[in-house]
């Protein structure tokens, strides 16, 4: 699994979702935090890519965290529904 780092895109003064619209396929934007990650045996670390610097990995036990992690999050940019209908058409 992979995320962006909130932290340094506050850091270098960027809003959360700055990287957003250059997700290819994302229909919403949701946060976990840290804690959330450790309290499911998960652990988020800082893994810079070439096109973004911001990239984070995660890892650990995700197999048994994905359904957990899928239904307590924070909505950050709302679900497009309709992007979401398109992709799940396989559009």
Not at 53 to 60: A, E, L, N, Q, R
């Amino acid at each position: 699994m992979s995320v962006d780092l909130e932290q340094l895109l506050h850091e270098d003064g960027k809003p959360t979702d700055a990287l957003f619209p250059n997700v290819p396929r994302a229909v919403a934007l949701v946060g976990h935090t840290v804690e959330q990650y450790k309290a499911k045996a998960c652990n988020a670390h800082h893994q810079p890519l070439d096109e973004n610097y911001y990239h984070g990995g995660v890892d650990g036990k995700l197999e048994k965290a994905r359904r957990w992690l899928s239904k307590n999050y924070v909505e950050i940019v709302p679900v497009d529904q309709d992007l979401a209908k398109a992709a799940s058409n396989g559009q």
